[in-house]
């Protein structure tokens, strides 16, 4: 294997969002294919790094609780989906409430009008307004 067929330890570790001695007992334990360079160095595999971060991806469990104490059930009425982000607006009784998210979210979300969401909103700060007198 030459250097060019793997990543150094630190840039798979900072590609994984792990610690390089994370990745160094993953390799002691078995769960990591690490490889030496011809100067000692040890490299991981493309490959190992983009399985570990396809067992990372997986579907996680749907939340059933949050701290945003500001949720409302809504139907999704409109979504403009651009390359990369996308407007999904939505109705929540009277207030109409509209998100600024990813392409990406969207899409794994399946959002699109009629879908019935749960749409949370946390805020760290808060407009106050005059009405019109």
Not at 24 to 39: H, P, Y
Not at 51 to 60: D, F, I, N, V
Request: charged share 20%; proline share 5%.
């Amino acid at each position: 294997m030459t250097d060019d067929d793997g990543l150094r330890i630190g840039q798979a570790a900072a590609l994984l969002g792990v610690s390089v001695d994370t990745l160094r007992r993953w390799g002691d334990e078995g769960r990591l294919a690490l490889v030496r360079s011809g100067g000692g160095q040890r490299l991981v595999p493309v490959a190992e790094v983009q399985r570990l971060l396809a067992e990372r991806t997986t579907p996680q469990t749907p939340t059933v609780a949050s701290s945003a104490r500001n949720q409302f059930d809504a139907l999704v009425t409109r979504v403009v989906r651009g390359a990369a982000a996308a407007t999904v607006e939505m109705q929540a009784g009277p207030h109409r409430l509209v998100a600024l998210t990813t392409a990406e979210s969207v899409d794994e979300l399946g959002l699109a009008p009629g879908v019935r969401v749960i749409a949370s909103v946390k805020s760290t700060s808060v407009v106050v307004g005059l009405p019109a007198s």
